[in-house]
């Protein structure tokens, strides 16, 4: 769901808090990508036990069209806020001069940080495993978002940054 540029990244580890604003959802209908959401959802720490359910709710009430889609694509905020390590050093809350979560190795002083990820982030496009029809603003399958942020902390130049967190999107037929 989420690229965070070409860093090279030397290590990394899990997240406990990966908080992410939304400001774009598109879904694409075989021939033009349809906006749903353009602007920003609340803030979804996909890190938590209910990210599936928040992240599922970030669009509910919006009005989807009519119409079969195939695909979605999602922009996420630049900023983000994690907290984790890379399998030995641990996000602090300041930032370093190169833009990153300085580190720590005590485990203990692990603090959550606000990071903003220079350029900009890319959208991230997922393939659905079967088409979803939209009629009367009824859908016909329920969509389930998983996330594992068990390497979405990464290392770049000495400093902690959010890595792409592995998202599973499955399709179920109501």
């Not at 990153?100 to 959208?123: K, L, R, W």
């Not at 000495?158 to 179920?172: D, N, Y």
């Amino acid at each position: 769901m989420i690229f965070l540029g070409t860093f090279s990244a030397l290590a990394v580890g899990p997240a406990t808090v990966y908080k992410v604003t939304l400001t774009k959802f598109e879904l694409w209908n075989g021939t033009a990508w349809i906006t749903i959401l353009d602007g920003s959802s609340t803030t979804i720490d996909i890190a938590s036990a209910s990210s599936g359910a928040a992240a599922g709710n970030f669009i509910s009430g919006v009005n989807i069209p009519d119409g079969t889609y195939t695909q979605s694509r999602v922009t996420p905020s630049a900023t983000f806020t994690i907290k984790g390590n890379d399998g030995s050093n641990y996000t602090t809350a300041a930032i370093g001069v190169g833009s990153g979560c300085t580190a720590t190795e005590i485990a203990a002083s692990a603090a959550e940080c606000t990071v903003t990820i220079p350029g900009g982030i890319t959208a991230n496009t997922a393939i659905f495993s079967g088409p979803i029809t939209m009629t009367g603003g009824v859908a016909s399958h329920k969509v389930r978002v998983s996330f594992d942020v068990s390497t979405a902390i990464q290392t770049v130049v000495g400093e902690l940054f959010p890595a792409a967190p592995t998202v599973t999107v499955t399709i179920i037929q109501l």
